[in-house]
């Protein structure tokens, strides 16, 4: 490989990992010797390979604009599909879109697909998603009662934590979902979810079982959301089943309340 073909595949690479931007002129090497006055830096070899009248949008940026343009749920599982902005696409078996009935104005998310739900491109399908769905039964409501989603529409490898890059990718889409979708009440699983909704960085013992108003880009008004235990922690944690259950009778009051 000639230099100039491993250079732009050095900078194809960064791309790829989400470098967008670069914050100097050239490359910094912390190790080597003192650095050179400015007046003898040398020229960037990333910028010397771009055209100089094109930006490369940021993979945020991108999605933000590729979400905003679907109008309706089917484009936007369409416009996630051709993606390319968040490495776990790559990795992943199949996009987990979502699951449910996008109807009935209650709407829950949760973090990322297992390998259940990235074989079957279903969320919620493993054992998690059967307490789920046991869990929601004991107040009334059945799949086809509520649309359910996650934070990341892929399984990232090894089940190992989401980036923040990744659910800063991911997070247009979701918005984008929220306000297709526009639903009366949102149920928010695990910490990951309430932070991605909320903000902030307090985790779930804090954040759980207090409902907030909360603004999503693109919906007018703010959607009541309640966060509570993720169903894969209570199947570790069963004794942290009690306070889901008041949290889940809260929401079912909620839920009455606008009935
Ligand atoms: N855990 C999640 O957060 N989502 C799924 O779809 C499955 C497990």
Not at 190 to 212: C, D, F, M, P, Y
Not at 219 to 229: F, H, K, R
């Amino acid at each position: 490989m000639d230099a100039r073909t491993a250079l732009i595949e050095a900078l194809r690479w960064q791309l790829f990992w989400g470098a967008d931007e670069a914050i100097a002129e050239a490359a910094v090497d912390r190790f080597a010797a003192p650095s050179l006055p400015a007046s003898a830096a040398p020229a960037s070899p990333v910028r010397a390979l771009l055209p100089m009248d094109r930006t490369i949008p940021a993979p945020q940026a991108r999605a933000v604009a590729i979400a905003a343009a679907a109008g309706t749920l089917d484009q936007l599982r369409q416009a996630l599909a051709a993606f390319d902005g968040c490495p776990l696409s790559e990795t992943a078996t199949n996009l987990v879109f979502n699951d449910g009935n996008p109807e009935t104005g209650l709407m829950l998310i949760g973090e990322a697909p297992g390998a259940e739900e990235d074989r079957l491109g279903k969320p919620f399908v493993g054992p998690s998603g059967q307490l789920l769905d046991r869990m929601l039964a004991s107040i009334g409501f059945a799949r086809d009662r509520y649309l359910i989603t996650n934070v990341l529409p892929w399984r990232p490898p090894g089940n190992r934590s989401p980036t923040d890059a990744e659910v800063a990718v991911c997070l247009p889409f979701l918005h984008r979902q929220i306000a297709l979708v526009r639903p009366r009440l949102v149920l928010l699983l695990g910490g990951l979810a309430a932070k991605a909704l909320l903000g902030g960085n307090a985790g779930i013992t804090r954040v759980r079982g207090v409902w907030r108003a909360v603004e999503v880009p693109g919906v007018e008004g703010p959607i009541p959301m309640l966060a509570t235990y993720h169903p894969a922690y209570l199947l570790r944690s069963p004794g942290a089943k009690r306070q889901a259950w008041a949290d889940l009778i809260a929401l079912r009051r909620k839920w009455d309340s606008l009935h």
